[in-house]
Structures are given as C-alpha cells and as structure tokens.
C-alpha cells in the first residue's frame, strides 16, 4: 500500500459499506453523518489527485440563461392574470396565462402564485359578495356546471364564455390563438415596436397544431409566422365547430341561471356522486 | 456459445472465480485511452446530467449540467464536452504516413466508456448535436456539430467486431473471463469485476452484493440510481433551481459545489474501477493480429477525418433499407474476419470453435506430398493431400475452405472428404496455397506424417449475401427519405416548457 | 360467484389486505408466465415486495422521481390547451376529421374522483359512443373495470380515441422518445402489453353491454416525444400478440385452482401485520425463518431477466445458486447444456464422475470432449484467471 491514492480508496470504500450498514439498520442519522466523512474523504481524494499533476480546476460555468427579471410592475398577481384572460378572451390553464404573461406583460408571474389563487378569489367573494370589480372564477362544465379541472376565467365575462362543452377546449384553443396572433400584429405594426422571442414562440406553438396555419416550408431554417394565415386558418376551422359548440353553452348557461350567484361563478358543487358502493 | 463457454461459466460458478476464456486480449488498448464515464437523467433521452473524462486515472474532468432541463445548458455542456473530445482526437490528427492514396495518420484515439449503456449516451449525444446549427437563432458553439459527428462515427465503429476506437469496457472483460453469473449481470461493470478481481480482503461473494447495493457501488451509469435521484439529487437541482431564481452569485455557486460533488461521489468509485480494470487488461498479453486491426482503425479513421476536414455533411439520420442491409452484411463480414483471426491467434478460441464442430485439431496419418492436379490452363500444379485424424465432433462438410494456424503462413487447404471411424473422424484435404510458385512445394507447406495440425474455416470464403425486400418493413425499420432536420420546427421551440420546476 | 379456490387464495395471502391488480401489474404477467411462485403470490393479491424484504431480499425497484415528473409533464403538455398536440398526432395517424374534436374528462366527475363514479361514467359516455349516439371523440383518462380471477381491478388508460367510424384507439402516451422514427423495443414493448390490458378491458365493457367487441382496435397509438424535442410524435403498434397472451396468462389466472391443489394444505405467505397500527408502523410478525420456509416450499423459475421486474427475483436467485441451478446462467448456457440442470451435473458428466442416462449421452460426450480441451489448455497456459 504504498500510493497514499490506494490507501484512501481504501477508506472511502470502507465508508460506503458502513452507509450501507447503517441504512439497511434503518439509521438515517449515521447513514448521514457517514455520507458526510465520504464527502470529506473524497475531497482529500481529489486534493491528493491536484498535488499530483497540478491542473487548474475549471472556473465553474456561468449559467446560460437569462438573468432574473429584476424589473417590472408590482401589480397583484390577479391583475396579472386579468390581463392576460382579457387578452385571450377564453378560459384558460395557469401553464398558459403565465405563456400569455410572459409574452405580452412585463412583471414577473408564476404558475406557483397561481394555484391557490382561485379558492382565495371564492374567499373573498364570500366574505363581501360584489365587493371587488372583477373575480377570477372557474369555468362550468355543460352538464353538471361543476367547477372545470384548472381552468380559470373572469366574472364579468357572460355565462356561455365561461362553460365547457366537449368542444369548447378546441374552440377556446381558435380563438386564443387568433388573439394572440392579433397581439403580435400590433407589436409588430406598433411605432417602433416588435413582438418579444416569448410571444412570437407562443404563437408558434399555437400555429403547429392548426391545419393550414403555418408557411409552407421554405429552403432557408427559419420560416416566418404570417399572423394573417395564424388568424384565416384558425378562423376556418373554428368555422366548423363553432354552431355546435355555441348551442351547448347557451343551453347550458341557461340552466347555470337557476344557480345562486355564488355558484354561478365558482360552480355547484360535487354533486351525483353516491358514496362508494361495495365492490363485488 | 459453445460447449466450452458453457462448460467455462459452469466452471466459474462451480468454483466461485471467474474463468479465462482466452490466452490473448484481442482488443487494442491505447496507451492513453479516454475513460468516459456519461450520466444521464432518468426519464429522458438525450438529457446528459454529467459526465466524468480523462485520460489517466489521476486526470479527469467533471462535467455537470446543473439542470439537465434545460436545453441551453445541456447545450453548453455537449460544447465543454465536445472541446475535451475534440481535443484528444484532434492530437490523433497530426502524424501522418503515406503517400496519396495510402496516406494515413499512424494512431488513432481510443474511448472507453463503462457499459453498452455509455456508447448508446453518446450514440444519442451525437445525434442530439451533429445537427445543429451555429448561426440563427439556436446557435450553438461550432464545436457542436462537429463532436456530434465524431461521436456518430465513433458510435458506427463500434458496432463493427475488432475495431478498438469506442469500447465499453464490459465487452472487453468478459471477452477474456467467463464469470458465473449471467450476460445480463455480467453488464454491470461492478458485478463483473468483483469476479475478475474483488476488493481487497473482500470475497468474490461479498463483492457480488457490494456490486448490487448502490450506496457501495453507485451504478456506472448512464442511469443513476432511483435511491440517489430522490434522496439527493431532486433537491440538490431543486436548491440550485431556487438560487438560480434568486440570482445570488453566492448562493448559486453553493448550490452548484454541492451538486457537483454530489454526483462526483456517483461517478468516482466508476472511475477507479474503470482504471483497475484498465491495467488488468494492459497485463494480459495482446493478440498478434491486433496491429493488422488497428491498421484497419488507422485507415477509417483518416477517411472519416479528410471527410470532415472536406466539410462533409452530418450523417444520415437513418441507412435506407438496402444500404442498412448492406451495412449488415459489412458488420457480418467484419464479425467473421475477427472472430477466425482469434481462432487463428488464440488456442482458447480455437479449442471453443473445436468444442463446436466448426474446427479441429488431429494428427497426419496419411500423407500424398507430390500429388498433381492438372489447372483449366492445362497447367500442372501441386495438390498435396493429407488426412488428418480427429477427436473432434467435427461439423464441416467436404468442399469447406480451410486455414491453418499450426502451418506457414499463406497455407489454404480444402476438405476433399469427411469419414468416421469409430470414436474418430478421418479427415481428408487437399492443400491449395502457400507452397510456392514451383511445380512441387516447397519444404514445410505439407503437413508431415504424424504431425499435429489445426484447422479452421478460411473467412475469406462467404456466400454473397441476399438483401431483404425494402418494402414492408415495420414502422421501427422504415426509413423515410432523409431531409432537413425538421427546419420549420426548432427543438427549442417548447424549451420554456422545461426550465424550471412549475 | 366466488369460486372456492378464492377461499384457499385469501389463505395464502393471509391477514394482509389484497393488492388488487393495474395494468402494470397485468403487464408484468407476461414475464415469465411458467413461475408457480408468482402466479400464486400474483393471484392471491399478496406483497410481493413486502414478502420478499421480510426474508432477507428487499427489492430495490424504485422509480427516479425525474423519470416520474418527466412522464407527467409530458402528458400534461400533450393536453395542454384542447389536446392542440395530441389532435395534430391523432389527425395525422387516425386521420380524425376536422370536426372531430369532443373532448371529455374522465378524471373526476363533478368535482369529485371516486372510482365508482368515474367508472359508471365511463362506461355510460363509452357505451354511448360505441351506439353511435355520444358526441366524444377524445375520452380523456377513462376507468375501466376488468374481472382478473374472481377479483375486480380498475385500469385507466391515458386516452381512448373513438373515430368517427366506430371505432376505438387506446392512446398510450410515453415519454420515451422516437428518435429519427425508432423508439427502444423494450419500452415500446412494455407500452403495448400495458395497452393490451386496457383492449381487453374496453373490449369486456362492450361484450358485457351486448356490443360488438371489434370495435376496438388492436392497433394502439403511441404517443411520444419525436427525436429530442418535447414535441410529440405518434406511431401506431401492433398489440394483436401482446392482446392473445396477456388473454391467456388471465385465462390460466382462472384456472389457478390447478396450481393450489398441488400446495399443503397448511401453506401460506401470511406476514401477520399488526392491522390496529396505521398503515406505515404495521410491521410483520411471523418469523422470517418461517414465512422464508413456505416460500421455499412452492417452485419458482428463476431466469436472470426477473432480475428486471420481479420482487422475488432476489429470493429466486439466492435459491437458484444455493442448488446450484444452471438457471443462474441464464439461457445462453441452458440452451448449450439442455436436459442437464445443476452446475455439479455437467461438471459431474464433463469429467467422467458421473454416468449419463440414455438422453444424456450426446451431451455428456460433448462436455467431455469439451473438458478434455480446457485440461489441455489450462496444463499449457494456466487456468484460473
């Protein structure tokens, strides 16, 4: 054992089994004052290692991002959201109001702030009903008008826009990319303005799933979005289903009239659902 | 396997050691090999979370994505990366011998990686770069696409039997051990090495469940251990996720300390096993024809070079279905070519391709030195034949082409009849080659009487392969026609959908 | 409706709550089919796992928790906004028409997750569309309910597509990615025996109701990430193999009796929890020697690849080497030394110690030609590493 390197190779191994020793005996405390002596021993390891043939350690890398926005409004983060649901005029997943957000708006918003966001809302309402301009409230599913899985939307907005029928996810998915798509044009034909890399990537991510909206490929990597073709296309298929999905909601926003306003805007509650039946 | 393997494996289970397979490493071992060792995160293909590399025990660097999320960091890291790489091949690039044609470079570099598992990491890391793009809006530094092109070629070389420029070191062991445990055990490096040569003052049974428990052996990758993800690893990444957020230099240099060293103790003990294991290997002596293999690395190796230094395109994503076959039938040739020049070089291998009929060994009984035979040319040539009597369960039928490791170089035979007689076989053959130009041979190209003589199928001789039909292949073989990569759809086109935990 | 070999199960199973089947579970039934052990630990809704810690060989299955999120959060951003990712795939396989593009949740029903009601739903909105008069094209996470020997189990696929003409598509939705239109046929494997288990699933919802079960399709659509990118692809797979076996590993399931008959009477894999304590503190009670015993007392097939799926497996190799079981090799060498089962068999023919029977002789003659050149080989270079 003469290479102090072999000695302490030794030792580290000796140290492993003992962590395996003292998890499989359940001690989480050795187990973690014994990684600790590993961390040690394998720093002096790598000591030894340097002392040997002295090579300079690698500055660490700075990170590529982009930086943290110091910058930007200090608006609540429901008037955030506000902004950006007025923006797509359709009910809308916290994932795609922080897309919308980040695209359009500056100030900083994330999906996290977002979670509890709706049951503070129906909090508030019910301490003083009415007392605020606006409520960020849930949309309706058609049949039960229970509260939709995720999805956020505004009080002042009328019944119908705030139901979900089977194709309302698609119709709302049209008509949100034809706003968005509108927005960019007006940062693109704004006096001196251009849409920001988040919002032209957003409305892209929304022209790939619409047939017959994207530029026909071109021999050169980039092909540029044309906003009209976003908004024609979209336009097209929304064509087809917007009877349908229209004669669902306004059926549905029919019944949601007969609820109390309360439930109007937060949803019934759970309801045709009998306790667990035993199983054969 | 044959006979012997089986009966070798049998041996080491019996006898709880690991069993010699052969007397020769038939793999080249550079003198300055680079051992990579690459990580990958669990769940996802293509996200490398680190990678160890050097070329000596006591020189590595550690390389680690801090969140493997993130595309412009994996793509930082393919460039810090692709510069080690490019580095030590770029030093294989300089000495040249030969004049036009035949000119080409005198050594070639040599990576190691741990397992099967790294050469698919980096079959997938050089797909993930060999096509990007250095200018426009997802640039990525120029040494990108050329590493993913190296590491392609690299990757297509392994495939092919004998050539020594990327090899996953658990190949190379268990070409010369038989252990007694299975294939699918013998793939984790630990596993097979507590066989070979366990841990000091540990048993080889010992050694087997150290191999297996991840808090002794950390795995050698490319997955980490499940343990080691939710224990350590998913909140290291959280902290610095957090710091990042945060923009505190100090907090995130923290956080990246902690996550480096946390994963150089998942890589480190890989390493040194990696460079035990390594000059284990350097002490078995090495086959004879292993200058004759590397002689075939030095020349694709140049081609692949001039190609690249022409500023040849990226490899084609997929072979099309014939050329895919005709690729098959390459790797087919170049498996038969090493597979007889081990038997040709090595009695172990021999005595393996014996013990399944496909060679044998016996003695002259019967020898006709000066026999002729008369050509197409009308030409009288020497056709000496011998039998040659055999305990061997030989399974080669009159007509074979034969050589012969025991006789002078150049010697070819071909077997005229196959006879039993009683617990033996008399074999007949006609010696074809290697006695010279003269119309009677020379001395030594005939077996004498009673001499002890091996033979083995001459690779040379292969039916022309026939190709599939390039129609009706299944959806996982289907080869479109190769285009653009995707040019209206850039990868980093949802990228924001992964930075950060949400 | 319980047959009585269900009496004998519980028995086996002991005091330990039943671990009902998913498809997970179901797909694993495909890995070596011809294990007594499994079968019976399988179909008596025994913890394999917590049996096998209890005698020494805790399993060390765990899933990274990268490897979960990342499959999460890939389905989550396929249905993000409408399904807009998985109706291009869909549009471009199945070729759904533009009008179709109904979209139901099936994860909860009014608010509420309770698997009855989700089921009862399930199959009402299915039925519907199977009769042509529901208006679903997407049924998104639907319950499904299969019988699996005498006990019911709950199977929820990631998506149901039902086109226009009639017909059903399991949609699996993976994170493993196709890269340049090749996927990893393991994992492409696993999927489908998973879908297979929801085919059949669907397929006994529409013969219970009286329907026509070819409605649907044997084809599932994988759904996955293309090449490096988060964005995703789909293919369609034959499940039609994968459908037939996992039919029959269930069939034998119910014919488990076969199996039980052969056990002791007294046999059982009972842990002996303290059911009073909350779940985490219940620890078992019967002696590991014991419990050790009666598992050692059913035959199991150990091959290395249970190493891969099976809690045993650990147990099972253990046992295998203990009788020194050519198992522990694995196929390679089964297959070279077929009809010889021990190492100290062959060794014991390979050097004349033992006499074959009239089968073996071949093969004895061949390992001890095969001896016979080791011997040479070892005298002239040494042996042992």
Redesign the interface.
């Given at each position: 054992m003469s290479d102090p390197l072999d000695a302490l190779e030794h030792s580290i191994s000796t140290l492993r089994r003992a962590i395996r020793d003292a998890s499989a005996a359940g001690d989480s405390e050795r187990a973690g004052e014994l990684r600790a002596q590993l961390r040690r021993a394998e720093r002096a390891w790598d000591a030894l290692i340097d002392t040997g043939e002295p090579a300079p350690a690698p500055p660490p890398r700075t990170v590529p991002d982009t930086p943290p926005a110091a910058f930007g409004s200090q608006l609540p983060a429901r008037e955030h959201v506000h902004r950006a649901l007025m923006l797509l005029g359709t009910p809308a997943a916290p994932k795609l109001i922080v897309g919308v957000h980040e695209a359009f708006f500056p100030g900083e918003l994330s999906a996290s702030k977002l979670s509890s966001l709706r049951r503070d809302e129906a909090r508030s309402y019910q301490s003083s009903p009415g007392a605020r301009p606006y409520y960020l409230c849930s949309a309706l599913a058609h049949d039960l008008l229970t509260p939709v899985r995720a999805l956020l939307t505004i009080s002042t907005w009328p019944l119908e826009q705030r139901i979900i029928g089977p194709l309302s996810p698609r119709v709302d998915f049209l008509t949100g990319a034809i706003r968005i798509a509108e927005a960019v044009h007006a940062a693109e034909t704004s006096a001196g303005g251009e849409p920001s890399a988040a919002a032209l990537r957003l409305l892209w991510r929304f022209a790939a799933n619409i047939p017959e909206a994207m530029p026909s490929r071109t021999p050169e990597r980039e092909s540029v979005l044309d906003t009209q073709q976003v908004i024609d296309a979209a336009r097209a298929e929304l064509a087809v289903h917007l009877d349908a999905d229209h004669a669902v909601r306004s059926e549905a926003s029919r019944r949601a009239r007969a609820l109390d306003e309360a439930q109007q805007l937060f949803g019934a509650p759970p309801q045709n659902v009998t306790p667990l039946r035993a199983r054969a | 396997?044959?006979?012997?393997?089986?009966?070798?494996?049998?041996?080491a289970?019996?006898?709880m050691?690991?069993?010699?397979l052969t007397?020769f490493r038939h793999h080249r071992l550079s003198d300055r090999p680079l051992v990579i060792i690459p990580l990958t995160?669990?769940?996802?293909?293509?996200a490398p979370l680190a990678v160890m590399a050097g070329t000596a025990r006591?020189?590595?660097?550690l390389l680690v994505v801090?969140q493997p999320r993130?595309r412009?960091?994996r793509f930082?890291f393919a460039a810090?990366l692709g510069r080690v790489v490019m580095d030590y091949i770029d030093s294989y690039r300089q000495d040249r011998r030969g004049e036009g044609e035949r000119s080409q470079y005198t050594d070639v570099p040599q990576i190691i990686v741990p397992n099967q598992g790294g050469v698919n990491a980096l079959a997938?890391l050089g797909?993930?770069c060999r096509f990007r793009?250095t200018t426009?809006?997802y640039a990525v530094p120029e040494v990108v696409p050329e590493f993913g092109m190296w590491l392609t070629f690299l990757v297509d070389t392994a495939e092919m039997a004998g050539t020594s420029m990327l090899l996953p070191l658990t190949a190379l062991l268990t070409e010369h051990?038989a252990t007694?445990?299975?294939?699918?055990?013998d793939q984790n490096l630990a596993s097979l090495m507590a066989w070979?040569a366990p841990?000091?003052g540990v048993s080889i049974a010992q050694a087997l469940e150290?191999a297996?428990?991840?808090?002794?052996?950390p795995p050698a990758g490319p997955?980490?251990s499940?343990?080691f993800?939710?224990r350590d690893?998913?909140p290291a990444i959280k902290r610095f996720d957090t710091a990042?957020?945060?923009?505190d230099p100090h907090t995130?240099?923290a956080a990246?300390?902690e996550l480096t060293?946390l994963i150089?103790?998942q890589v480190?003990?890989t390493w040194?096993l990696m460079w035990a294991a390594i000059s284990i290997l350097r002490s078995i002596p090495k086959a004879p024809q292993t200058a004759r293999r590397l002689d075939r690395d030095c020349r694709l190796f140049t081609n692949h070079s001039d190609y690249r230094d022409a500023g040849g395109l990226p490899q084609r994503?997929?072979d099309t279905a014939i050329s895919a076959a005709r690729r098959l039938s390459q790797l087919e040739r170049a498996l038969a070519d090493f597979e007889a020049a081990m038997a040709f070089d090595d009695?172990?291998v021999l005595?393996d391709r014996?013990?399944g009929g496909e060679a044998f060994t016996g003695t002259v009984v019967e020898s006709q030195p000066n026999r002729t035979a008369i050509t197409a040319k009308n030409t009288t040539v020497p056709r000496p034949r011998v039998t040659v009597r055999t305990?061997?369960?030989l399974r080669l039928a009159a007509g074979t082409k034969l050589i012969s490791p025991t006789m002078p170089k150049g010697h070819k035979a071909v077997i005229v009849s196959v006879l039993p007689d009683g617990d033996t076989t008399l074999v007949t053959v006609e010696v074809t080659a290697g006695m010279g130009r003269g119309r009677t041979p020379k001395a030594g190209s005939v077996p004498d009487l009673d001499k002890d003589i091996d033979y083995l199928p001459d690779p040379g001789w292969r039916p022309n392969p026939t190709f599939p039909d390039s129609d009706h292949t299944p959806?996982?073989?289907?080869?479109?026609p190769d285009g653009?990569d995707?040019?209206?759809?850039?990868?980093n086109?949802?990228a924001?959908?992964?930075?950060h935990d949400? | 409706m319980k047959p009585p070999v269900d009496g004998r199960l519980d028995a086996l199973r002991g005091s330990s709550p039943r671990l009902s089947y998913n498809a997970r579970s179901l797909a694993a039934l495909e890995n070596n089919p011809r294990c007594t052990l499994r079968a019976l630990l399988d179909a008596s809704g025994s913890d394999k796992a917590a049996i096998a810690a209890h005698i020494g060989y805790p399993s060390p299955f765990g899933q990274s928790s990268f490897a979960f999120a990342r499959g999460n959060a890939f389905e989550a951003m396929v249905k993000d906004n409408g399904c807009a990712e998985l109706l291009r795939v869909l549009r471009e396989t199945l070729k759904l028409t533009l009008p179709e593009v109904a979209y139901l949740d099936l994860n909860e029903v009014g608010g509420a997750g309770d698997n009855d009601a989700r089921h009862r739903r399930t199959t009402e909105v299915l039925l519907e569309a199977a009769r042509g008069n529901g208006e679903g094209t997407l049924f998104d996470h639907p319950l499904l309910h299969l019988q699996v020997g005498g006990e019911g189990a709950f199977l929820e696929p990631d998506l149901v597509a039902f086109r226009i003409d009639g017909r059903f598509y399991i949609v699996e939705i993976k994170s493993f990615p196709i890269i340049d239109g090749q996927a990893d046929p393991a994992q492409v494997r696993a999927a489908t025996t998973q879908a297979s288990a929801y085919i059949i699933a669907l397929r006994a919802l529409l013969a219970h109701h009286g329907m026509d079960t070819g409605a649907v399709s044997d084809t599932i659509v994988l759904v996955a990430p293309k090449d490096f990118t988060n964005r995703p692809t789909a293919a369609f797979v034959d499940a039609r193999k994968q459908v037939a076996a996992l039919t029959r590993q269930l069939s034998r399931i119910e014919r488990v009796s076969d199996l039980v008959d052969l056990l002791p009477e007294d046999l059982t894999f009972d842990l002996d929890l303290d059911l009073t304590l909350p779940k985490k503190e219940q620890r078992p009670r019967r002696p590991a020697e014991e419990l050790a015993a009666a598992v050692a007392r059913v035959p199991a097939t150990y091959r290395p690849d249970c190493l891969n799926h099976c809690e045993m497996a650990f147990h099972c190799r253990a046992h295998a080497r203990a009788e020194a079981s050519l198992d522990v090799l694995g196929p390679a060498v089964r297959e070279q030394l077929g009809g010889i089962d021990t190492a100290t068999m062959a060794l014991g023919l390979a050097r004349g110690q033992l006499t074959p029977t009239g089968d073996q002789s071949d093969m004895a003659a061949a390992l001890r030609h095969a001896a016979r050149l080791r011997d040479e080989l070892t005298e002239a270079y040494g042996g042992a590493a």
């Open positions: - | 396997m044959s006979m012997l393997s089986a009966l070798a494996h049998v041996e289970m019996q006898n050691t690991a069993v010699r007397a995160m669990a769940g996802e293909a293509g006591r020189d590595m660097t801090p993130n412009d960091q930082a810090d997938d797909r993930m793009s426009g809006p051990w007694g445990q299975s294939t699918l055990e070979i841990p000091r150290e297996e428990n991840p808090d002794v052996c997955s980490t499940p343990e993800d939710n690893l998913a990042h957020a945060l923009g995130l240099a990246q300390t060293e150089a103790g480190k003990p040194r994503k997929r009695p172990f005595a014996r013990s305990s061997d369960p959806w996982t073989h289907s080869a479109d653009p995707d040019s209206a759809v850039p990868e086109a949802a924001e959908e992964w930075g949400n | -």
